[in-house]
């Protein structure tokens, strides 16, 4: 059972959020440089057309196989920190503590240290920037956006939600754009391309696209501050991962309809090459514009998030009790955003990050297929625990994301052993901090949290 969470506090997170503002969470935290710098390492791994979006496809289900398990919890658990408090519910505190310390160290911080310095080599495009220059805006763009948060969650969902139109306007424009100048010849050519490329190929490809659909679990770190988080959140997390899966495989036809499969291999920036081929050079700048933009969305989404499960952890009583405190002004877990800002920062700053990024980020998907599987183990442990939605397709849909998690990580250690033992070394320092917490809160009375019965 969960540990018994601190006193209730006088001020505490506000209620702010509707289901608009979460799918502009969830598209807008997935949608980051992914989709304009990944198909060109899948087309040089994949001959057809066909498999490309065949790779797209099934990240796209394997996301939303997992946001309908997630959907499920959400409706159960509608409180701060999210996959932390299903995976407490779950497997206890220990697994729970270990994933809120990977994703404080360097799963969400290396995430926002990485779309921050995809910012700034981006804006570079635009702007000429030394690299002192861009590492300076890398960093700012992270203590902007932690700085934007600290004022409200009102003001950081404004930000996403204004970002979020601009950056959809623009990706339907893109595509409409190449579409429009795009050839059925070449489209027609690399669809009906012999598909000879090995399950290895494969695979290497849906880990690159799953790397794309990345975030898309993150809102539900912020359930407490939906009005009516039974009913908004699993509507978020559904039409959010559904709508970015459309705009990943149109895109991803109109990368082919203008360039084939022969020009798309291996380029670093399929959207640029392909606007290029499409308009001139001219036309590089403005989907620099659109890649800018598209990221720094990103980076405020996921600094939204991250600092829900802090927070959670706090009031947990298994991290530091500061984390838990909220602003009686902003309504935000004010030192939880500051700690998470200024590491990201940090990250940007030293540039050793992305290494110890790759190391760690392959145990993300150990702790979403066990997350995932929790539906499962809670559907078990609490038959008669209310439920505003149930995942469609269960156990199937569940267990086949499970296994796809699970292939991914055997994959990782098979083919890289030692970063796979980096990472869970990393991961597994948090340990000792999580016994230190817990020795202090040994003598402390257990305090169940009560479960309200099916109706």
């Not at 899948?42 to 946001?67: D, K, P, Q, Y």
């Not at 980076?299 to 947990?316: E, F, H, K, Q, S």
Request: glycine share 10%.
């Amino acid at each position: 059972m969960s540990t018994p969470p601190l006193p209730a506090h006088s001020v505490a997170l506000a209620r702010e959020l509707t289901a608009w503002d979460g799918f502009g969470v969830v598209a807008g935290s997935v949608i980051g440089s992914g989709i304009f710098l990944v198909p060109g390492a899948i087309a040089l791994n994949l001959g057809s057309l066909r498999g490309v979006l065949l790779v797209w496809v099934a990240g796209g289900a394997l996301s939303v196989f997992g946001a309908l398990s997630l959907a499920e919890m959400g409706s159960m658990f509608p409180q701060a920190g999210g996959l932390y408090t299903y995976l407490r519910e779950a497997y206890g505190n220990v697994i729970a503590f270990l994933y809120g310390w990977g994703l404080l160290t360097m799963i969400q911080t290396g995430t926002i240290a990485t779309l921050a310095t995809g910012f700034a080599l981006y804006l570079s495009q635009v702007l000429t920037l030394s690299q002192a220059e861009q590492k300076l805006f890398s960093a700012g763009s992270v203590l902007f956006f932690t700085a934007a948060n600290l004022m409200s969650v009102r003001r950081a969902k404004h930000i996403q939600n204004v970002g979020m139109a601009a950056k959809l306007v623009g990706l339907i424009g893109l595509a409409v754009m190449l579409l429009t100048r795009g050839r059925f010849t070449t489209l027609s050519t690399g669809w009906h391309a012999p598909l000879r490329a090995s399950w290895m190929a494969y695979g290497v490809s849906l880990i690159a696209v799953l790397w794309a659909y990345e975030g898309w679990h993150v809102v539900s770190f912020t359930a407490s501050e939906f009005r009516r988080p039974q009913r908004d959140l699993p509507r978020s997390l559904i039409v959010g991962t559904l709508v970015v899966c459309a705009i990943y495989l149109t895109l991803n036809v109109g990368y082919y309809a203008v360039l084939g499969r022969a020009q798309m291999a291996g380029v670093g920036s399929a959207a640029a090459v392909a606007a290029q081929a499409a308009y001139g050079a001219n036309a590089v700048r403005l989907i620099s514009v659109l890649v800018v933009t598209s990221i720094l969305v990103a980076i405020n989404g996921m600094t939204l998030t991250g600092p829900r499960v802090y927070y959670a952890m706090a009031r947990d009583r298994v991290f530091f009790h500061s984390l838990g405190r909220v602003s009686a002004r902003s309504k935000v877990p004010t030192f939880a955003l500051i700690v998470q800002g200024a590491w990201a920062a940090v990250l940007t700053l030293t540039g050793t990050f992305q290494q110890l990024y790759t190391y760690v980020i392959f145990t993300a998907w150990i702790f979403y297929g066990l997350a995932v599987a929790g539906v499962i183990v809670l559907r078990v442990r609490y038959p008669h625990q209310a439920r505003s939605f149930c995942t469609p397709g269960y156990p199937v849909l569940p267990a086949l994301f499970v296994l796809a998690a699970a292939a991914i990580v055997i994959n990782t250690v098979a083919s890289v052993p030692l970063h796979a033992a980096i990472g869970v070394a990393v991961i597994l320092l948090g340990l000792p901090l999580y016994l230190i917490f817990r020795h202090r809160q040994a003598a402390k009375p257990h305090i169940p949290i009560p479960m309200k019965a099916a109706k």
